[in-house]
């Protein structure tokens, strides 16, 4: 099966470390503990961890700063974890790159389910299936094997999340996909109410793949979800 799963653990309660550490190694994963997250970024570049846990309430590091560099520099999955369950810290967190939040306290099944999920979209499986189609709407080009993007022939990077939510509006040309649905084949089972994931993740990728005075990509149908409308040559090149 390979190397072990990596999880990088953020945290500075030693109690809740031992707790995760000896859950997730006795189920094959290998653990690497960051107690108060000076050395975080330097144990991502050394160790490549598949996934980091990160407490946002951490004595050395802004957790949210932390979060950014994490996300700016790799595409490994990111589970923010804090006892702060405000709305604005969780849209904060996502904004800024995180795949998916908890609240604290929080069950260890529940933290393994959000694990996998997690890595499902940011590690995927490596043995190909069918070859997917590489997809072109107008200027914009998708290539759903590589995992790649590009806007007239420039590289657009995208974090894991935002290309599976990408792939799944591309997929879907022009139909309503509601957030508990895109919520579910992007997330998971158990996301159906986890509104706010929809709404930054749809404005991240926005302002990524819309140029100014350019044609709405993704249109928001009110209290229903959103539509992917692809964009046609509208700027008097075609």
């Given at each position: 099966m390979g190397d072990a799963t990596c999880v990088l653990v953020v945290e500075d309660d030693r109690n809740i470390v031992d707790l995760?550490?000896?859950?997730?190694?006795?189920?094959?994963?290998s653990v690497v503990v960051s107690l108060d997250g000076s050395d975080a970024l330097r144990l991502v570049e050394e160790e490549r961890p598949d996934i980091a846990l990160l407490d946002l309430m951490l004595p050395a590091t802004d957790g949210f700063e932390l979060c950014r560099a994490i996300r700016e520099r790799h595409s490994i999955g990111v589970i923010?974890?804090?006892?702060?369950?405000?709305?604005?810290?969780?849209?904060?967190?996502?904004?800024?790159?995180?795949?998916?939040?908890?609240?604290?306290?929080?069950g260890i099944d529940e933290l393994l389910a959000r694990i996998t999920a997690t890595l499902r979209r940011t590690r995927p499986l490596t043995e190909p299936s069918e070859p997917e189609p590489r997809l072109v709407f107008g200027h914009l080009e998708?290539?759903?094997?590589?995992?790649?993007?590009?806007?007239?022939?420039?590289?657009?990077?995208?974090t894991p999340t935002?290309?599976?939510?990408?792939?799944?509006?591309?997929?879907?040309?022009?139909?309503?996909?509601?957030?508990?649905?895109?919520?579910?084949?992007?997330?998971?089972?158990?996301?159906?109410?986890?509104?706010?994931?929809?709404?930054?993740?749809?404005?991240?990728?926005?302002?990524?793949?819309?140029?100014?005075?350019?044609?709405?990509?993704?249109?928001?149908?009110?209290?229903?979800?959103?539509?992917?409308?692809?964009?046609?040559?509208?700027?008097?090149?075609?």
């Open positions: 995760i550490r000896s859950n997730l190694t006795v189920r094959g994963y923010v974890v804090s006892a702060r369950g405000g709305e604005s810290d969780k849209v904060r967190a996502l904004n800024l790159g995180a795949d998916d939040y908890m609240t604290k306290p929080f998708i290539d759903l094997d590589a995992r790649a993007v590009t806007r007239g022939g420039e590289q657009i990077r995208l935002e290309f599976a939510l990408l792939r799944e509006f591309a997929l879907n040309p022009g139909k309503l996909l509601s957030h508990a649905t895109l919520l579910r084949r992007v997330w998971g089972p158990g996301y159906a109410t986890e509104t706010e994931y929809t709404r930054v993740y749809v404005r991240r990728l926005r302002a990524k793949l819309e140029q100014a005075g350019s044609a709405t990509l993704i249109v928001t149908e009110p209290r229903a979800g959103y539509r992917f409308v692809g964009v046609t040559d509208d700027d008097g090149t075609d």
